[in-house]
């Protein structure tokens, strides 16, 4: 076992060697040597790929720490995966931060935390035991904060980084809560005999434990109403708001995958992950679609995408949610990093003509299209492939209702036949994609996570109550146009824009406002 546990420390090990070079001279560093972090972020990649590989070759193993057996690492399909994303886009973000903060003054500062940063995640993502994971998100939140302040001369900043250690802190205090319950009910911290011991089900003490552990990943999700500290990162760098997506603003969902085992265990914790998941989703999404910054709108869509991400673990859809995390990373990491060249290229294409408003027919038409087009489908892929979960046919439905709105602007009357024609196509497209690549997830990680559980009275109650929430939002969204103009909209829009006041509250709290008056 030897071996393995070298390969699996020695990424994280490579980055904190890199780290403590930069913290001999924090100041600016001629451009050659500044090559050192992104070939330190290769490095983890490479040693990354390397645990893939032995992972094919010896498969999953737990490995415990000699003289401190609640010292453990986890090298399985899904750690793999996360240990891999993680570098990869650490590496990414790494190559792009070089010259981006060229000639800074604090550059090595900079280089050293983002990969002390890194390293944690790595750890986080490795990690088989309550005292690992505690120590990796210890670690994020202190180099994050550093992060945050790299301009703490800006009163937005520090207020910002405030913010952040407020319900970060909060989630580690719950996280330590968690540990001592377990601990004091299941005499171990190690996950698999925590997951081991909830087959039989869950005392007393393991409720309290698993409500801990939710209410952690909740805050470490920037989930409603704690979700204000996400929308203020752009204060740092861009590169830290891309290194978030690699394992930082996600790294609730990894905890609940990790332990889904014993969160499927509790019926009533599914439903409380479905209902705070399925509102973050919606309120963020909402307030994005009335965001005129590029960053900030990339933020609310975070915020709505791990509501949704936590409604997928409440359904039980866990190789669904694992994917969600991959897929939402890479593309969001993309987004940041290229946000600034995407508003130039917009800027130099010429404006487009009139868009296309569809009436009530046309939207209500465009949904019952989408629904019998994912209907179709669906049909398809059981009849070929197998029954699949009422959660896995829930959530196809509310993808749908996505593109539902596409759809409808290909039916209005102002629309050309070939957007009518691609529109629909789309709706097909997102069905196939759908359960592709729920076919794709299942192979890869399906061996190591729970399948649903056969909906109850409960859990059909959550499902149709997801069904109905999303169905009449998407159902709003597509009609908006038409009375988007009217007085009363200009000042709810504002009230959105604002995220309905939630995060002023938060600074009034906190005292942030305060603070940056008398600054």
Same mark, same amino acid.
Request: one cysteine or more; a positive charge.
């Given at each position: 076992?030897?071996?393995?546990?070298?390969?699996?420390?020695?990424?994280?090990?490579?980055?904190?060697?890199?780290?403590?070079?930069?913290?001999?001279?924090?100041?600016?560093?001629?451009?050659?040597?500044?090559?050192?972090?992104?070939?330190?972020?290769?490095?983890?990649?490479?040693?990354?790929?390397?645990?893939?590989?032995?992972?094919?070759?010896?498969?999953?193993?737990?490995?415990?720490?000699?003289?401190?057996?609640?010292?453990?690492?986890?090298?399985?399909?899904?750690?793999?995966?996360?240990?891999?994303?993680?570098?990869?886009?650490?590496?990414?973000?790494?190559?792009?931060?070089?010259?981006?903060?060229?000639?800074?003054?604090?550059? /090595?500062?900079?280089? *050293? &935390?983002? #990969?002390?940063? +890194? !390293? $944690? @995640? %790595?750890?986080? =993502?490795?990690?088989?035991?309550?005292?690992?994971?505690?120590?990796?998100?210890?670690?994020?939140?202190?180099?994050?904060?550093?992060?945050?302040?790299?301009?703490?001369?800006?009163?937005?900043?520090?207020?910002?980084?405030?913010?952040?250690?407020?319900?970060?802190?909060?989630?580690?205090?719950?996280?330590?809560?968690?540990?001592?319950?377990?601990?004091?009910?299941?005499?171990?911290?190690?996950?698999?005999?925590?997951?081991?011991?909830?087959?039989?089900?869950?005392?007393? /003490?393991?409720?309290? *434990? &698993?409500? #801990?552990?939710? +209410? !952690? $990943? @909740? %805050?470490?999700? =920037?989930?409603?109403?704690?979700?204000?500290?996400?929308?203020?990162?752009?204060?740092?760098?861009?590169?830290?708001?891309?290194?978030?997506?690699?394992?930082?603003?996600?790294?609730?969902?990894?905890?609940?995958?990790?332990?889904?085992?014993?969160?499927?265990?509790?019926?009533?914790?599914?439903?409380?992950?479905?209902?705070?998941?399925?509102?973050?989703?919606?309120?963020?999404?909402?307030?994005?679609?009335?965001?005129?910054?590029?960053?900030?709108?990339?933020?609310?869509?975070?915020?709505?995408?791990?509501?949704?991400?936590?409604?997928?673990?409440?359904?039980?859809?866990?190789?669904?949610?694992?994917?969600?995390?991959?897929?939402?990373?890479?593309?969001?990491?993309?987004?940041?990093?290229?946000?600034?060249?995407?508003?130039?290229?917009?800027?130099?294409?010429?404006?487009?003509?009139?868009?296309?408003?569809?009436?009530?027919?046309?939207?209500?038409?465009?949904?019952?299209?989408?629904?019998?087009?994912?209907?179709?489908?669906?049909?398809?892929?059981?009849?070929?492939?197998?029954?699949?979960?009422?959660?896995?046919?829930?959530?196809?439905?509310?993808?749908?209702?996505?593109?539902?709105?596409?759809?409808?602007?290909?039916?209005?009357?102002?629309?050309?036949?070939?957007?009518?024609?691609?529109?629909?196509?789309?709706?097909?497209?997102?069905?196939?994609?759908?359960?592709?690549?729920?076919?794709?997830?299942?192979?890869?990680?399906?061996?190591?996570?729970?399948?649903?559980?056969?909906?109850?009275?409960?859990?059909?109650?959550?499902?149709?109550?997801?069904?109905?929430?999303?169905?009449?939002?998407?159902?709003?969204?597509?009609?908006?146009?038409?009375?988007?103009?009217?007085?009363?909209?200009?000042?709810?829009?504002?009230?959105?824009?604002?995220?309905?006041?939630?995060?002023?509250?938060?600074?009034?709290?906190?005292?942030?406002?305060?603070?940056?008056?008398?600054?």
């Amino acid at each position: 076992m030897l071996p393995v546990l070298t390969i699996l420390l020695l990424a994280p090990l490579a980055l904190m060697t890199a780290a403590g070079v930069y913290a001999l001279r924090p100041g600016g560093w001629p451009q050659r040597r500044s090559h050192l972090s992104e070939g330190a972020a290769l490095v983890a990649v490479l040693f990354a790929v390397a645990a893939v590989l032995m992972l094919l070759d010896r498969g999953p193993v737990t490995l415990e720490a000699p003289f401190a057996t609640w010292l453990a690492l986890r090298l399985d399909s899904v750690s793999a995966t996360m240990m891999l994303l993680v570098a990869f886009i650490g590496w990414v973000v790494m190559r792009y931060a070089r010259p981006y903060l060229d000639g800074e003054p604090r550059e /090595a500062a900079f280089h *050293g &935390l983002m #990969l002390v940063t +890194l !390293a $944690a @995640v %790595l750890l986080l =993502a490795l990690a088989g035991s309550f005292a690992v994971l505690v120590t990796a998100f210890g670690l994020i939140g202190l180099s994050l904060r550093a992060l945050l302040l790299f301009y703490g001369n800006r009163p937005e900043a520090r207020r910002a980084a405030n913010k952040f250690t407020l319900v970060w802190g909060l989630g580690d205090a719950a996280l330590i809560g968690a540990a001592c319950v377990f601990w004091l009910d299941q005499g171990s911290l190690n996950f698999t005999d925590i997951t081991a011991s909830a087959h039989d089900g869950l005392s007393f /003490a393991g409720k309290t *434990g &698993l409500a #801990l552990l939710i +209410l !952690a $990943a @909740v %805050l470490k999700t =920037a989930t409603f109403p704690m979700h204000g500290w996400l929308t203020e990162v752009m204060e740092a760098p861009t590169p830290v708001s891309a290194l978030l997506h690699a394992g930082i603003i996600n790294s609730g969902g990894i905890v609940l995958i990790r332990m889904a085992e014993v969160v499927q265990a509790s019926p009533g914790s599914m439903a409380a992950l479905v209902m705070i998941g399925g509102l973050t989703a919606l309120f963020g999404a909402v307030v994005m679609l009335t965001q005129s910054a590029v960053k900030t709108a990339l933020a609310w869509s975070t915020i709505s995408q791990m509501g949704f991400m936590l409604l997928q673990c409440g359904l039980g859809l866990w190789t669904l949610a694992l994917l969600h995390i991959v897929a939402h990373s890479l593309y969001k990491a993309h987004a940041f990093l290229s946000s600034g060249s995407a508003v130039q290229l917009v800027a130099a294409v010429r404006k487009p003509g009139p868009v296309a408003v569809p009436d009530l027919k046309a939207v209500a038409r465009a949904f019952a299209i989408a629904l019998v087009l994912y209907a179709i489908v669906a049909s398809g892929f059981i009849a070929l492939i197998g029954p699949k979960s009422e959660q896995a046919l829930a959530l196809g439905v509310i993808l749908v209702f996505g593109v539902a709105y596409l759809v409808a602007q290909g039916l209005a009357d102002a629309a050309p036949a070939a957007l009518t024609q691609r529109t629909t196509l789309a709706s097909v497209a997102t069905a196939l994609g759908y359960f592709t690549f729920q076919l794709i997830a299942g192979g890869l990680w399906g061996a190591q996570l729970p399948a649903p559980p056969a909906p109850g009275a409960l859990e059909w109650a959550m499902i149709v109550l997801a069904l109905v929430s999303f169905g009449l939002v998407a159902f709003a969204q597509s009609l908006f146009p038409l009375w988007a103009h009217h007085p009363s909209m200009a000042g709810l829009r504002v009230h959105i824009a604002n995220g309905l006041y939630l995060n002023t509250l938060l600074d009034r709290l906190i005292g942030g406002l305060r603070a940056q008056k008398t600054t």
